[in-house]
């Protein structure tokens, strides 16, 4: 079994920061990727950032040149460095991670935390 705990959601007035930190346990074996993905009220969910074990970084355009994806390969832990938010920014954001356990290789949510940009 594996466990994604997110953490560093909140308020935040436009054009602040904030940092989401998403870290993985139990049974690893290998992290193929983990990444980022956002919904806001009313909108499916979109893929924010993801990160490769090999280090291939995607963003959404979005976020491109604000938004910032990194991995601890020795804490299993993805961050994810948002500058220069915006009030579409606002959104519950979701870790994922593609992780071969003891047992099998899967897809892993976390249980989201809120991010609200607002004045």
């Known amino acids: 079994q594996v466990q994604l705990v997110e953490s560093g959601g909140g308020l935040v007035q436009p054009g602040g920061s904030l940092r989401l930190s998403c870290a993985a346990s139990?049974?690893?074996?290998?992290?193929?990727?983990m990444g980022w993905y956002r919904q806001a009220p009313g909108s499916q969910r979109e893929l924010v950032a993801t990160?490769?074990?090999?280090?291939?970084?995607d963003y959404a355009d979005s976020v491109k040149g604000r938004f910032t994806i990194s991995f601890d390969n020795g804490k299993n832990t993805v961050y994810l460095q948002m500058n220069s938010l915006k009030p579409e920014d606002t959104a519950v954001y979701s870790c994922?991670?593609?992780?071969?356990?003891?047992?099998?290789?899967?897809?892993?949510w976390g249980q989201g935390t809120q991010v609200t940009v607002s004045s």
């Open positions: 990160i490769t074990s090999r280090g291939i970084i």
């Open positions: 139990g049974s690893i074996f290998v992290i193929y990727a």
């Open positions: 994922n991670a593609d992780v071969k356990s003891s047992r099998l290789r899967a897809d892993y």
